[in-house]
């Protein structure tokens, strides 16, 4: 019996890799972009972020029977058009939820209790100096983090904000009962924005949540307010944040999500002294990309006739 064939389009941790090229001609790409002539004898296709699975694409691979995102998020794959097909999709919805809650964690921590660091030997005058240059204005205990999206990773955020002695709010779509709210207390976005000193987004990629951060959203932030999104780029209008940003020196912009990905040459956020930039790595820690990259063993369940753990539909 033949084996089939995998398409990976994006790279994914070795042993995940080495598992599944023991059970399928697997090929890895150098691109995110497969040829029509890859694309023709494709059983099984593997992305993550940047390749984008559409209808056009689709077309292209008549022996499909499976795609794959190594990862969470699915705004990179035509649910409808795989749907219509009778291709089942399959993706990792746990795996990257811990690396980004700590990347969040991390920055908020590293915002408002910034860390001075010995380099050198230093004098007495020059140690008092130092010590009291090091002490910052802000503490996170009695501070109000807002979450903007409490699911999968906006829970665990709030959680551990909690556990920080944090005040925590919470605006989402749905109605989420009391024990299911981690604590934190529902509002809207804009009386969030007003409310909050850290402010963390944790929203999905539906067509409704593009540029759900506004101009009025900005308005309503507090001047010294630190927001944070490792969610998705479209979120936020980037013009109003660099206005934002620009008018507010004490506020912080902290943004691993972009669009478009990479950031341009000429986008404003260059020129923001209060905006701190990673290149989408929240969710970027070894376990993690490893978790994610075991959708392989769906991928092969689909392709044995079995049911998937993680279907997306």
């Known amino acids: 019996m033949s084996r089939p064939t995998v398409l990976i389009t994006e790279p994914i941790a070795p042993a995940p890799l080495a598992w599944l090229c023991e059970r399928a001609d697997t090929r890895v790409l150098d691109t995110p972009a497969p040829t029509p002539e890859q694309l023709a ?9 940047y390749t984008r699975v559409d209808e ?7 022996n499909l029977r499976v795609v794959a995102r190594a990862g969470v998020g699915l705004d990179n794959i035509d649910l409808d058009a795989c749907r219509a097909r009778g291709i089942p999709v399959v993706h990792t919805p746990e795996a990257n939820a811990q690396g980004v809650v700590e990347y969040i964690t991390a920055m908020m921590l590293s ?15 020059a140690w008092t100096e130092l010590r009291t240059r090091a002490v910052t204005p802000r503490t996170v205990v009695g501070s109000t983090m807002g979450i903007i999206g409490l699911g999968r990773i906006g829970s665990r955020v709030a959680r551990v904000a909690q556990a920080l002695g944090m005040h925590v709010r919470y605006t989402d779509i749905r109605a989420i009962d009391e024990p299911e709210r981690c604590g934190a207390q529902p509002t809207d976005l804009l009386t969030l924005a007003r409310e ?18 506004d101009q009025s959203f900005f308005e ?3 001047p010294e307010a630190v927001l944070i999104n490792a969610a998705r780029g479209f979120v936020l209008d980037t013009h109003a944040a660099c206005a934002f940003a620009r008018a507010n020196p004490n506020a912080t912009l902290i943004l691993d999500v972009h669009e478009p990905e990479p950031i341009p040459a000429d986008s404003p956020l260059w020129s ?10 929240a969710a970027g820690t070894r376990e993690a ?6 959708v392989v063993l769906d991928v092969m369940r689909v392709l044995e006739g079995q049911p998937p753990h993680h279907p997306a539909y």
């Open 111 to 125: 915002t408002l209790r910034p860390i001075e660091r010995l380099s050198a030997p230093l004098d007495q005058h």
């Open 272 to 281: 923001l002294p209060n905006a701190i930039l990673t290149p989408h790595i």
């Open 289 to 294: 990309k490893e978790a994610m990259s075991w």
């Open 56 to 62: 056009a694409m689709l077309a292209q691979a008549p």
């Open 220 to 222: 309503a932030l507090r």
């Open 196 to 213: 909050c000193d850290v402010i963390s987004v944790h929203v999905d990629g539906r067509a409704e949540n593009r540029h759900m951060l």
């Open 41 to 49: 004898s494709a059983n099984a296709l593997i992305v993550r972020t």
